[in-house]
Nanobody, 124 residues
């Protein structure tokens, strides 16, 4: 599967952005989908994940209550709605697909496919 992330940009603290990740192929619904983020010099950090039908979602403590992950299997797309953004949220955001989650949804090594990343910059 190929993933294409979009929606990043520059926003002031307290603002909102919605990231999208469009997937190719017919098997999108068979993947757990996740969002990760990374800043230079740091490891890739788990942000959120959503299971196959979208019923179950998981979040990093740092974004819980501010970010919402969702998916539309009919459109082969996963979203990340980001509200109340903070300067610490500045990073390149990546979407990822996990065919056989075994190591845990927060482990980037569990994911099989990655998008190219989209930059989110939050100014203070």
């Amino acid at each position: 599967v190929q993933l294409q992330a979009s929606g990043g940009g520059l926003v002031q603290a307290g603002g909102s952005l919605r990231l999208s990740c469009a997937a190719s192929g017919r098997t999108f619904s068979s993947y757990v989908m996740g969002w990760f983020r990374q800043v230079p010099g740091k490891e890739r950090e788990f942000v959120a994940a959503v299971t196959w039908t979208g019923v179950s979602t998981y979040y990093a403590d740092s974004v819980k209550g501010r970010f919402t992950i969702s998916r539309d299997n009919a459109k082969n797309t996963v979203y990340l709605q980001m509200n109340s953004l903070k300067p610490d949220d500045t990073a390149v955001y990546y979407c990822a697909a996990d065919a056989t989650p075994a190591r845990g949804l927060a482990d980037p090594n569990s994911y099989d496919y990655w998008g190219q990343g989209t930059l989110v910059t939050v100014s203070s």
